[in-house]
């Protein structure tokens, strides 16, 4: 199956720094999201990226199909910022919409 | 929009209980999706339907565990005679292909811990 991989798994950031998170994949893949999770396990959805350019806010992601990988970048990181980030992707040769996730990044936010 | 419902949030049981937990997706979701998470892990897929009918289950999924969707609206997730090795964060997902995207929006979630 499609192999998900996340870096760094972890990430200490001191109040206003900025981040790039990567997640690499192995095949071609027609979903791909970006969550933050929770210090209570609620997944929020930040991205639907499977390929192109985003921004939300302070949040932006990029996603090169072509080279199966996917960046995620904090600006201004805030303590609320704290968490963990997962990238997911559902991968065409499946034929499944499932998502496989990586083990994702742990990040905090110093103040 | 009110967003995935998982009920309960908690459960606590003791080994070898049933237990059953509840997925409302958001309206008009015409697919959901179930999977697991244990302590320091991406979560995992566990199974999906599409409307009424179930359409993939993975490996994990084992006879002890049991997913329905009778009317195509919610879903249940019941695990017969609950092992130590169930306790996970069971995580409910709903999308609805063919919109703008086949985002899947995730519920809160139902933490099991088997004694």
């Known amino acids: 199956g499609i192999q998900v991989e996340q870096s760094p798994p972890d990430l200490i950031l001191q109040e206003g720094a900025n981040s790039t998170l990567r997640c690499n994949f192995s095949?071609?893949?027609?979903?791909l999201q970006w969550f933050h999770q929770n210090p209570w396990g609620q997944l929020i959805n930040l991205f639907y990226?499977?390929?192109g350019t985003k921004q939300n806010g302070r949040l932006s992601a990029t996603t090169v199909a072509t080279e199966r990988y996917s960046l995620l970048y904090i600006s201004s990181s805030q303590t609320t910022d704290s968490g963990v980030y997962f990238c997911?992707?559902?991968?065409?040769?499946?034929?499944?919409?499932?998502?496989?996730f990586g083990k994702g990044t742990k990040l905090t936010v110093n103040p | 929009d009110t967003g995935v419902s998982q009920n309960p949030r908690h459960k606590i049981t003791k080994r070898g209980q049933n237990v059953t937990f509840r997925c409302d997706p958001i309206?008009?979701?015409?697919?959901l999706y179930w999977y697991r998470q244990t302590l320091g892990q991406g979560p995992e897929f566990l199974t999906y339907?599409?409307?009424?009918?179930?359409?993939?289950k993975s490996r994990l999924l084992s006879d002890r565990f049991s997913a329905e969707r009778p009317k195509g609206s919610f879903s249940t997730l019941e695990i017969q005679r609950t092992e130590q090795g169930d306790s996970a964060m069971y995580l409910c997902?709903?999308?609805?292909?063919?919109?703008?995207?086949?985002?899947?929006?995730f519920g809160p979630g139902t933490r099991l811990t088997v004694l």
């Open positions: 997902a709903s999308s609805s292909p063919g919109g703008p995207s086949d985002t899947q929006y």
């Open positions: 095949d071609s893949v027609n979903n």
């Open positions: 990226i499977p390929s």
């Open positions: 997911a992707v559902a991968y065409l040769p499946g034929g499944s919409e499932k998502l496989v």
């Open positions: 309206s008009e979701h015409n697919r």
């Open positions: 339907f599409q409307n009424e009918a179930q359409l993939e």
